[in-house]
């Protein structure tokens, strides 16, 4: 079981609680404002740390299961639920 949640505009992690079994298997170690660390000197120059971002998730998706990112319309056979794409604005 994990949960994570962090804010990209505020640089804030909202929520982390549970294993980091896939973060660790796919070598990703992020930021924690939250965490006892991040107020030790030179926690945020560390380089072997990362924000997360979008290819985070994505790699975190593939790794669980399948990215949203890499489902295309001949993936799945039109009979099994509902599938489209938000119209552009």
């Known amino acids: 079981m994990r949960g994570y949640a962090y804010l990209g505009e505020g640089g804030k992690t909202l929520w982390n609680e549970g ?6 298997e796919l070598g990703l170690a992020f930021f924690d404002q939250t965490s006892p660390q991040a107020n030790q000197p030179g926690y ?5 740390l990362q924000f997360p971002d ?4 994505m790699q975190m ?3 669980w299961c399948l990215a949203p ?3 295309t319309p001949d993936m799945s056979p039109s009979a099994i ?9």
């Open 54 to 57: 979008e290819e985070c998730v």
């Open 81 to 89: 639920g509902l599938r489209g794409e938000f119209p552009s604005l």
């Open 69 to 71: 990112m890499d489902l």
């Open 44 to 48: 945020w120059e560390r380089i072997d």
């Open 19 to 24: 294993y980091v079994t896939a973060e660790t």
């Open 61 to 63: 998706a593939r790794h």
